[in-house]
């Protein structure tokens, strides 16, 4: 029946996190609860494999829940179907190998002086030949039980799984908080809302440039980059000339390519991010276990993934039927930059709605940003060829594989010499040989 505003209620929804178990949770649960105007939930199923981990992080997601007030279920199981049976979207946060894998990734391929980091480089590669298969085999669970499910991946590497997710044919959609971390960080230095704050942003996960920072219709990067150019400089681990010289922002990311080697010297001298990380969630999944505890602790934000929840809740919302929006997501190209296949995927702007995401027009990019996006994405295409080694028939043999692997790390520009593509195909294989069907 209509609402007394003479509109007809939006229905509550179901949703399901595969890797529920993570330590991330906490942040998605809180938006989920904060935010419950915007995506009104009935049913929140966690998935995971972990059931220690899923009890001691599903009971503080109903205590979260509790705490502020929302009625809806939240439930945990380690099967699949019965977790995603019904759900109107699927969310995907997988770490294939954990934080022990990612510590692999961040440094065998230092040894070869070359940046070790769980998304770029050659640590990106070996994650992603992980990670594609394990998705691949979940996404296509989720469409014999639930054909019309979204699924939003917050998996990395973001870009090359929804392609992969695309390419077969599912219903999905790319996520990743770098944009809306930004935003906010951007928004806190004009003193406006976040919701006032614009971004021109452009071109793949985690290798992306905001081009321009809109407040009311104005372009303010000029001012921003003047005023606060040093703190800028400081939260993008990059330095301050370089800013100048470019007159944009680029993602942090961008310092693996931009100060390649100065980072390289740096993660030789200093403990892994995987090794913080590990110890982290430790000390996080002894606090979840404390049955006083209801609330995301402060200690979570340390972890990374900030406003996760936010992005997800938004791009949930309009997907299933709440108010169309524009966000920041990763989707095909479509034509949208002319010197890309249009099956490529992007990280840009787009109008999101039930028929799924469509981007917005850009400017043409600039030479100094096309090219390394062109060359990122040839790549990120042969990537995509070697982890679907084994699947749909394709030769699956130890010499067709490594020869694939080769070839990615030949194409990627921040190895590109053929010795080190060479010594880094045999160690990836060496360091991934339970993940790898041909190794």
Known sequence: MPSPQGRTPRRRRKLAVVGGGSTYTPELIDGFARLRDVLPLEE????DPDAGRLEV??????????????????????DL????????????????????ARLQDETWPLECGCVGQETTGAGGLAKALRTVPVVLDIAERVRRRNPGAWIVDFTNPVGIVTRALLAQGHRAVGLCNVAIGLQRVLAGLLDVSPEQVELEHIGLNHLTWERAVRVAGADVLPRLLAEHGDTLAGTLHLP???????????????RYYYRHDAVVRELRTQPSRAAEVAALEQQLLGMYGDPALDEKPDLLSRRGGAYYSEAAVALTSSLLGGPRGVQVVNIHNAGTLPFLPDDAVIEAPATVDPTGAAPLPVRPLEPQYAGLVAHVTAYEHLALE??????????????AGRKAVFAALLAHPLIGQSDHADR????????????????
């Open 424 to 439: 880094l195909a045999d160690e990836l294989i060496a360091h991934n040989r339970d993940h790898l069907p041909w190794a």
């Open 57 to 78: 992080v599903g009971g503080l997601a109903r205590r979260i829940f509790a705490r502020q007030g929302h009625p809806g279920r939240i439930s945990w199981t380690g």
């Open 44 to 47: 929140l199923v966690l998935v």
């Open 240 to 254: 301050r000339p370089l800013l100048d010289h470019l007159g944009v922002l680029p993602s942090s990311y961008l």
């Open 386 to 399: 070697a982890a679907l080694l084994g699947r749909d028939g394709r030769n699956a043999d130890r010499a």
């Open 81 to 100: 179907y019965a977790g995603v049976d019904g759900a109107d979207a699927v969310l995907l946060q997988l770490r294939v190998g954990g934080q022990a």
